[in-house]
């Protein structure tokens, strides 16, 4: 069975999209009114009481959340951080992503609760 994922509101849609089709329990924050603007702290413990592992450009913003969580003995249900060296910002990055989350949902040991893992091709 593989971990629900929280797209982060600079991922576009398309790569949830590209997930659900493909029977993956995925949500986006842009097209969920509620979540869209929230602090990251915020959209983290939404993903978190969702036991979604949360899906993210931001990675210097998340790193250090997933600090704070750790100092403070909290725990959040896991961070796939996208780094734009590994995926760049051009025409082949949505499918990129897509891809990559697929390999990694196909085998979902890798990520669990607290676990923190850049994305790899």
Do not use: W
Request: proline share 5%; charged share 25%.
């Amino acid at each position: 069975m593989s971990r629900p994922l929280l797209l982060d509101e600079m991922l576009n849609q398309r790569i949830g999209r590209q997930l659900t089709d493909l029977g993956y329990d995925v949500r986006c924050v842009v097209l969920e009114p509620v979540l869209l603007g929230l602090p990251h702290d915020e959209i983290l413990a939404a993903a978190t009481l969702e036991g979604r592992a949360l899906v993210t450009l931001n990675v210097k913003d998340f790193v250090r959340l997933d600090a704070q969580y750790r100092a403070a003995g909290r725990s959040h249900a896991g961070l796939v951080l996208v780094s734009t060296k590994i995926f760049p910002l051009d025409a082949r990055f949505i499918g990129a992503v897509g891809q990559a989350l697929e390999k990694l949902l196909v085998e979902p040991m890798h990520l669990g609760p607290d676990a923190v893992l850049f994305l790899r091709r």
